[in-house]
């Protein structure tokens, strides 16, 4: 994403488009789960192509330059090694436009750079837009040797010890692409079988971004319901979660476990969790 959004500064995105970019992901799929409202259920059904913004004429706040509008398809679209054609890295979700400050402001590789220059590299002179997909990651993993990435699949011993676990992910997250939670969930599920699942579960919070924040319903207690899990015996099929916004609950809506989704009822406050059932996709 560094890359792409500062191959040259024609090409990079200012803050100014990113409101405009996020409104036309919700113009073009926000309605998609039957419910109009500010936030995607599931981005990855979303086939949103930012070509629709592309100017006509001159260069406004209204839309995008070509330049631009190759930036954010690469922003949505996974990193992959030209040589393997292997995905290195999935990209982000319609939705997290508001945050692309993070990975396409003026240091995008703020949150892996330091990583980059003193742990893989060695050197505080090391310039990100010399990154190189192919050699560079691949020599990166070699170096953490597993103490950063924990990828191993293979959750049998845990799980064999009764240990339980709910991770979950913001849809909207502008630093971490959600679909990495996926990927290593279906892993494990590809692992170990279906019966991973009485063990594991993921929850993909909707609208909300890195670790919180966003449009979503963001405040949700998955500690207790991990002690309910433990303690009782009681699976978390469903956690309610809540938007607040200056100290009051506007929104609330259930959590599902992935794969299942949050789905309206049809009939109801679409404000209020009790109106949404779990379904699957």
Not at 131 to 153: M, Q, S, Y
Request: proline letters at 6%; glycine letters at 10%; a negative charge.
């Amino acid at each position: 994403i560094a890359q792409a959004v500062h191959m040259d500064e024609a090409s990079y995105i200012p803050p100014s488009k990113y409101a405009l970019i996020h409104k036309a992901v919700l113009d073009a799929c926000d309605a998609r789960d039957g419910v109009k409202d500010g936030v995607l259920e599931n981005p990855t059904v979303c086939k949103f192509d930012p070509k629709v913004l592309e100017c006509k004429g001159d260069n406004t706040t209204a839309c995008l330059i070509a330049s631009q509008v190759e930036a954010a398809r690469k922003i949505y679209s996974p990193a992959i090694n030209s040589r393997t054609n292997e995905e290195i890295f999935p990209g982000l979700e319609p939705g997290s436009e508001l945050g692309w400050a993070n990975l396409g402001g003026p240091r995008p590789f703020g949150i892996g750079e330091d990583h980059f220059k003193y742990v893989v590299f060695k050197d505080p002179n090391w310039d990100f837009r010399t990154l190189n997909f192919d050699k560079d990651v691949a020599l990166a993993e070699k170096v953490d040797h597993g103490t950063i990435n924990a990828l191993d699949a293979n959750l049998r011993p845990f799980f064999g010890r009764g240990g339980k676990l709910i991770q979950y992910h913001g849809w909207a997250d502008q630093q971490i692409a959600p679909l990495s939670s996926v990927h290593y969930y279906n892993s494990v599920i590809t692992a170990l079988g279906d019966s991973a699942r009485d063990s594991y579960r993921l929850f993909m919070v909707l609208g909300m971004g890195h670790c919180g924040g966003g449009d979503g319903t963001d405040d949700f207690d998955m500690v207790h319901a991990l002690e309910e899990w433990i303690e009782q015996g009681k699976l978390p099929e469903r956690i309610i979660a809540s938007r607040v916004k200056n100290g009051r609950v506007e929104r609330t809506r259930p959590l599902c476990p992935y794969p299942q989704v949050s789905s309206y009822k049809g009939a109801g406050n679409t404000d209020a969790a009790v109106n949404f059932v779990c379904r699957g996709q």
